[in-house]
């Protein structure tokens, strides 16, 4: 009964109004979501194109870092432009700080002066230094007993040649500082020139090999500047064409090869033969004091005899005695002068001759380890080869 109802007039027309607007809010709202859905898809497909380039990218970057890290395998491990690859790098890095071992530089050691040591019966032996470390190197590394080499370094700013000082043992040591004692006893000299070093050192635990490829890399002019005028020719040479005049050593393949330097082997061989030169110097020099002696002897006698020659004038029998006397006295001294003279002269033939023939023997001893090292040599590429 209630369907059957009339309704009034303004409720339908009321319910058509909100229905309108409904609609007008669906309709707005749809507008909105489509904007909202292409933005979004404009955005995706934005960030989709982003990522594609990123991940290629991303690709290029990762197969540069590999050709950087690992080389070329088409160049030999090595880069476009001819470089060596951080592999490559690595591994000569590894190659030279073996040959070359730990190196300590700017080593301060105007903290102490060499200074004499004497043994229980007061003889003076060796010398001791306390080389100070400076603190950015530190002694990390360096412990009792370890032998190091030092070098003096040349003067900041200026091209001074550095200058080896010696080999030393550490004999002890602090944070900041080491103890070092020479392994051969040190010369006067030696001492006075280690005691007016003013210039820093640098410590190496390896002496430091003659190896062709640090020279290589020079120009003939960097060679004349650095090295002595006795050998930069060795050094200009190196590689070139040999001549007629040159040593069968020297010559392989028809090129100039200087032959390399143990330099270690070289500075005890100086150092030998420099206390032999200097022993065979203190002994004439001891001779030439005695004969001085005995001149000066036989002068003081000759003047005795002749003031007594004057006081005997007047016996006339005496004085020519006592003249004839003196005479064969004279003779005798200045034969016994000559024989002491040539035998000083003598004495010198012979130091000059044992010298000749210690230097010839050192010369056979390096030849023979040249010829061992160049024996080595093939022996040393063939089991390269074979690996």
């Keep these: 009964m209630l369907d059957t109802v009339p309704q009034p007039e303004y409720h339908q027309a009321y319910m058509s109004i909100w229905n309108k607007i409904l609609i007008g809010f669906v309709i707005l709202g749809s507008f909105v979501f489509l904007y909202v859905a292409a933005r979004a898809l404009k955005t995706h497909q934005f960030w989709r194109t982003r990522v594609v380039k990123l991940e290629e990218e991303i690709a290029k970057t990762n197969e540069e870092t590999r050709k950087v890290r690992e080389g070329d395998k088409d160049k030999d491990g090595k880069l476009e432009d001819g470089s060596l690859s951080i592999k490559l790098a690595e591994a000569e890095l590894r190659r030279l700080l073996i040959n070359r071992g730990r190196v300590w530089l700017k080593c301060d050691h105007k903290a102490g002066k060499a200074e004499p040591r004497k043994d229980k019966a007061g003889n003076e032996t060796t010398a001791q230094l306390a080389v ?31 200058s080896y000082i010696g080999e030393f043992m550490v004999v002890a040591l602090t944070d900041k500082s080491v103890v070092l004692e020479p392994t051969m006893s040190f010369t006067a000299d030696e001492l006075k020139r280690v005691n007016a070093s003013r210039n820093m050192w640098t410590l190496y635990e390896v002496m430091p090999a003659d190896r062709r490829d640090v020279f290589a890399e ?25 001549d007629a005049n040159d040593p069968p050593e020297n010559k392989v393949d028809g090129n ?40 000066k002897d036989a002068q003081q006698q000759l003047q005795f005899a002749e003031a ?19 005479v064969s006295h004279q003779s005798a001294v200045v034969t016994k002068l ?13 130091n000059l001759e044992i010298g000749a023939e210690i230097a010839r023997v050192q010369q056979e001893a390096v030849n ?19 690996n």
């Design 218 to 242: 020079l120009t003939e002019d960097d060679k004349r500047a650095l090295l002595p005028d006795v050998t930069v020719s060795e050094y200009v040479r190196d590689g070139g064409k040999a």
């Design 338 to 350: 000559k024989q002491f003279q040539e035998l000083v002269a003598r004495m010198i033939r012979e």
């Design 256 to 295: 100039y090869v200087r032959l390399l330097r143990d330099y270690r082997q070289l500075f005890k061989i100086c150092h030998a033969e420099r206390i032999l030169w200097l022993d065979s110097i203190e002994s004439v020099t001891r001779d030439a004091t005695y004969v001085q002696d005995s001149l």
């Design 132 to 162: 100070v470390v400076t603190p950015d190197a530190g002694i990390g590394g360096i412990t009792d007993k370890t032998v190091l080499y030092a070098f003096e370094e040349a003067a900041e700013g200026q091209r001074d040649r550095p």
């Design 308 to 326: 007594e020659v004057t006081n005997l004038n007047g016996d006339a029998d005496v004085a020519k005695r006592s003249l004839q006397a003196v």
């Design 368 to 386: 023979r380890i040249n010829e061992r090292t160049r024996s080595m040599v093939p022996v040393a590429r063939s089991g390269t080869g074979a």
